[in-house]
């Protein structure tokens, strides 16, 4: 528990502590006994020889900062517990954090031999007639034209995919754009509507999904969804286990085929998700997420910033088993997993990492928690038991 409060603090300091860590660490402060705090005491003192400098005029701030912040309003028990309480664990655990933080570090890095960098923008164009076109290396206006589609550039350096308009409303040859591992890319349909495909995902539309009575795309992986409003011509996507109909909204699918669940999470607006084998279906609220599987669909209410995390650059856990992790982690560093201690799959994380760091940076991250070791060999991540 003591690594734990030490990474929650860290994160605090830094600025990068996202809303369920925050209650996380109230629920530790809330719930820490008097021998816990004894136990960091006495190793404040055991270790006080070998301490950084720690003054008080350098954890005042930092001090205040955690009594000060807005404390996350899901809980209302939480928000009134005891202030006494909350600053002197919070003092506590701020002065174990100096003490025991080089110890740690010292402890738990390693050099990997060797690393692996981040995805990409990366997509590949298949036509109705079987060609394929890298949309990353297709730039010039000839070949774009050729294929019907444009690429550009937006201000923030993210390439988007344009389909033309067709001269032909009843063109319904499709196309599919698909992302391999390491992959990611971002499409603007003739109707408004905005796509970002994750990696290892790809998405089949016809050319006349702007004039078509109902927009209907395929998508296979992971896929974020800005759907342009037109009550006229509902937008309907279909996966292996599930078909969702929205009028305009913007919401997340994650339907990969390696996952046992298929999770739609709304952000804003409304849709409907029907399930392919049986009759039943839900219409979900903002805030609330749909699981389907091959018996059922179950839903609930979670963070959407976990669900859309990737769309953002980082990855977020939330109390997540590390063998799930690691399949993302596997599609975006395209990578091959390999544990030499199974029983480490069920090891849980929290926590947010950037997904544009090499892959030796989220990996340190992992090994914080004192459980598990990595090791990087070519093109496959070693997963041992620490």
């Known amino acids: 528990m003591e690594e734990r409060i030490h990474y929650l603090l860290k994160q605090f300091t830094a600025k990068n502590l996202n809303q369920s860590e925050q209650e996380e660490l109230l629920f530790l402060v809330e719930n820490s006994t008097s021998s816990l705090s004894d136990e960091i005491v006495k190793m404040i003192i055991s270790e006080e020889e070998h301490a950084v400098n720690v003054n008080e005029e350098k954890w005042n701030p930092v001090l205040h900062k955690i009594l000060t912040v807005d404390k996350p309003t899901r809980s209302p028990r939480r ?44 997509a590949v164009l298949t036509l109705s007639d079987g060609r394929k076109i890298s949309l990353s290396d297709a730039m010039k206006g000839d070949v774009a034209k050729e294929a019907g589609f444009s690429i550009t550039k937006t201000d923030d350096g993210q390439l988007v995919y344009h389909i033309a308009e067709s001269e032909n409303v009843n063109d319904d040859r499709l196309n599919t754009i698909s992302t391999p591992n390491g992959g990611e890319w971002q499409i603007k349909l003739p109707d408004g509507s905005t796509v970002w495909l994750n990696a290892a995902s790809s998405i089949q539309y016809a050319l006349n999904i702007g004039t078509a009575k109902q927009r209907v795309v395929k998508v296979d992986g992971e896929a974020y969804f800005e759907v342009a409003k037109d009550p006229v011509h509902p937008f309907i996507v279909e996966t292996d286990k599930q078909v969702v109909e929205v009028l305009g909204t913007h919401f997340n699918i994650n339907s990969y085929k390696d996952e046992k669940v298929t999770r739609t999470t709304l952000l804003e607006g409304s849709v409907r998700v029907s399930h392919k084998n049986n009759n039943e279906s839900e219409v979900l609220k903002p805030g609330e997420q749909s699981l389907v599987t091959n018996s059922g669909i179950d839903v609930k209410e979670v963070d959407v910033d976990e669900a859309i995390a990737w769309k ?12 799930s992790i690691l399949r993302k982690v596997a599609r975006w560093y395209n990578v091959e997993i390999e544990y030499a201690d199974p029983e480490v799959k069920d090891v849980m994380y929290y926590g947010t990492v950037s997904r544009f760091e090499k892959i030796s940076k989220v990996l340190r991250k992992f090994e914080q928690t004192g459980q598990v070791r990595f090791d990087i060999k070519d093109n496959k991540v070693i997963v041992y038991k620490e």
């Open 79 to 122: 928000i009134l517990m005891n202030s006494l309480k909350w600053a002197a664990a919070a003092v506590v655990f701020a002065v174990f954090s100096l003490t025991a933080y080089h110890a740690l570090q010292k402890k738990k890095e390693h050099v990997f031999a060797t690393d692996i960098a981040p995805g990409k923008n990366k």
């Open 312 to 323: 953002k650059g980082y990855f977020m856990f939330n109390n997540e088993k590390q063998e």
